[in-house]
Nanobody, 124 residues
């Protein structure tokens, strides 16, 4: 199994930036893809960004394209999400997820491993 822990959440004003980190441990010698999802109150988990094991391919939800950047460092076993130009509608709990595949997916059901989540609040 792969264990995941997110960090870096917090409160920020609209237009601000945050950087989330996801630290992996456990069976990390096998290739695993990582994605970030978010869940706002009263809503389901939605795909934000994904990155394949070797980092050669990434994908983003339309709502965050051009503002968020996902990256990973396999030596450090860390996947980051750089979030810029934050909007109030970005407010949610952000989850890091991993799957036993080199390629990510935008479907939360494809991910067996999840972190506990970190809160991001964007408000004045």
């Amino acid at each position: 199994q792969v264990q995941l822990v997110e960090s870096g959440g917090g409160s920020v004003r609209p237009g601000g930036s945050l950087r989330l980190s996801c630290a992996a441990s456990g069976r990390t010698w096998s290739p695993y893809a990582v994605a970030w999802f978010r869940q706002a109150p009263g809503e389901g988990r939605k795909f934000v960004a994904g990155i394949m094991y070797h980092g050669k391919s990434t994908g983003y939800a339309d709502s965050v394209k051009g503002r968020f950047t996902i990256s990973r460092d396999n030596d450090k076993k860390e996947t980051d999400l750089e979030m810029n130009s934050l909007k109030p509608e970005d407010t949610a709990v952000y989850f890091c997820a991993a799957r036993d595949s080199v390629m990510y997916s935008d479907n939360s059901a494809d991910f067996p491993y999840w972190g506990p989540g970190t809160q991001v609040t964007v408000s004045t």
